[in-house]
């Protein structure tokens, strides 16, 4: 069954601690993705990887960071010196990073909340 | 600043009724697209135009798109309940590095909120 899985799907944390987040995919896809979504907003771009052991700031990547040491997964963490980090992060991914038409599938997402 | 804007904010239509959301965009795109998220939920791809195409359909989703205006239009007809979510279009732009390659990175819109009645 493949896809694009995140977990965990709730995660609490309190102020100054780092948080890790996960994100899987079995698709084979070259690229992923992370954005943030803030209550009746769209996405944004936190960073993005085109290939394995390289990955790029999006938008918004002041307080996170971003691993890339196997196709398969992206983990994001959230750090400390993120100063708003309470909020719904996606993780998508697409069959390559430099085509132009790609469509991106999404996993269901973590709500972190800090605490 | 966001690329996408869309347009309206919120809709409320009756079952049977047609939805249609639009979205204007600032820079040449390769293509844009129309997601769907439902409550909670991740998004999930819904139809890809091409910035070299005006029209596409997709079951009961229609989308145009006019460079001209930098604008797309998203019509869902015979609306069910079922379609009640949040639509969103993205748009990959037209980017080139240092290197002279161009490369896409969506940028998503606000999004617009569909509400179906039974």
């Known amino acids: 069954d493949g896809g694009i899985t995140q977990s965990p799907k709730y995660l609490f944390r309190k102020e100054g601690q780092n948080v890790t987040l996960s994100c899987e995919q079995n698709?084979?896809?070259?690229?992923m993705y992370w954005y943030r979504q803030d209550p009746g907003q769209g996405l944004r771009l936190i960073y993005y990887?085109?290939?394995?052991?390289?990955?790029q700031k999006g938008d918004i990547a002041e307080g996170y960071s971003v691993s890339r040491e196997k196709k398969e997964s992206f983990p994001l963490t959230v750090t400390s010196a993120q100063k708003n980090p309470t909020a719904f992060y996606l993780c998508?991914?697409?069959?390559?990073?430099?085509?132009?038409?790609?469509?991106?599938?999404f996993g269901p997402g973590t709500r972190l909340t800090v605490l | 600043s966001q690329q996408g804007e869309e347009d309206p904010q919120a809709l409320s239509i009756q079952e049977g009724e047609n939805a249609t959301m639009n979205c204007s965009y600032k820079?040449?795109?390769?293509?844009l697209q129309w997601y769907r998220q439902n409550s909670g939920r991740g998004l999930v791809h819904l139809i890809l135009?091409?910035?070299?195409?005006r029209e596409k359909h997709s079951g009961r989703l229609r989308v145009t798109l006019d460079t001209s205006k930098k604008s797309s239009s998203l019509l869902i007809t015979a609306s069910r309940a079922a379609d009640t979510a949040s639509y969103f279009c993205?748009?990959?732009?037209?980017?080139?590095?240092?290197?002279?390659?161009?490369?896409?990175?969506?940028?998503f819109g606000q999004g617009t909120i569909l509400t179906v009645h039974p």
């Open positions: 998508a991914s697409s069959g390559s990073g430099h085509a132009p038409y790609n469509e991106q599938f």
């Open positions: 698709l084979n896809h070259d690229a």
């Open positions: 820079t040449s795109i390769n293509n």
């Open positions: 135009i091409r910035s070299n195409e």
């Open positions: 990887s085109q290939i394995v052991n390289d990955f």
């Open positions: 993205a748009t990959d732009a037209v980017r080139r590095n240092a290197g002279g390659t161009s490369y896409g990175k969506l940028t």
